[in-house]
């Protein structure tokens, strides 16, 4: 529950691809002994989601403090993902936090300011770095329909966003997490050279 009585949104990690630039299923690779689905998982976690909702795909996974939502369809691309996630989200689920397995610098609190906007009456909620919108993504009930309708092929709720900018709440989220993926080895190794502190904010900053 959250602090005005309301009901908390709930969190949505897409985690199905298979890792094809990288070698193996992002969902499965360990950062500094963690896996990245139980990462995301945390990360929704802690930033005031629940219950939280995993996308599996490419892998079959088994995740502590989630449910695991299979996607058959994962192999055209993420909008299966997002559409097969808030098809299972539970009825009368107020909203929603979509982030994804693959972007591990972006940390709870960035979650925590999209759940704030919400609450304070944003119904789409987007954290924005260097001005441009990116993820995580929170959307109000009344908008998964729309959002499910539009997420075609790879893409995820950015063809939603960019039909209906009118309803978009930009929440800056520069100073607390960074929106890199990791997708190739090359990403991989960037990220295990940065120092644990410098995980979620720019090294720049």
Not at 41 to 49: A, E, F, I, M, P
Not at 71 to 85: I, K, P, V
Not at 176 to 185: G, L, Q, W
Request: net charge negative; hydrophobic share 45%.
């Amino acid at each position: 529950m959250s602090l005005h009585g309301a009901q908390v949104p709930a969190g949505l990690l897409l985690a199905a691809g298979e890792g094809s630039r990288l070698g193996r299923p992002k969902a499965l690779l360990e950062l500094r002994g963690e896996r990245l689905v139980d990462r995301g998982v945390r990360l929704l976690r802690d930033g005031g989601c629940a219950p939280v909702l995993v996308v599996s795909g490419a892998t079959t996974v088994e995740v502590i403090g989630a449910v695991v939502v299979p996607n058959d369809d994962w192999r055209t691309g993420m909008g299966s993902s997002l559409r097969a996630g808030l098809a299972a989200l539970p009825p009368g689920c107020p909203a929603v936090v979509i982030a994804l397995v693959d972007q591990p610098r972006v940390t709870p609190a960035a979650v925590r300011r999209l759940v704030d906007a919400y609450e304070a009456g944003a119904r789409v909620a987007v954290a924005t770095y260097g001005g441009r919108p990116r993820n995580p993504v929170l959307v109000a009930a009344e908008h998964f329909a729309a959002v499910a309708e539009a997420a075609v092929g790879d893409v995820g709720a950015r063809a939603f966003l960019r039909a209906r900018p009118e309803l978009v709440t930009e929440v800056p989220c520069d100073d607390v997490a960074r929106p890199d993926d990791i997708d190739t080895p090359e990403d991989l190794a960037a990220f295990r050279a940065l120092p644990p502190d410098r995980e979620g904010v720019n090294r720049e900053g």
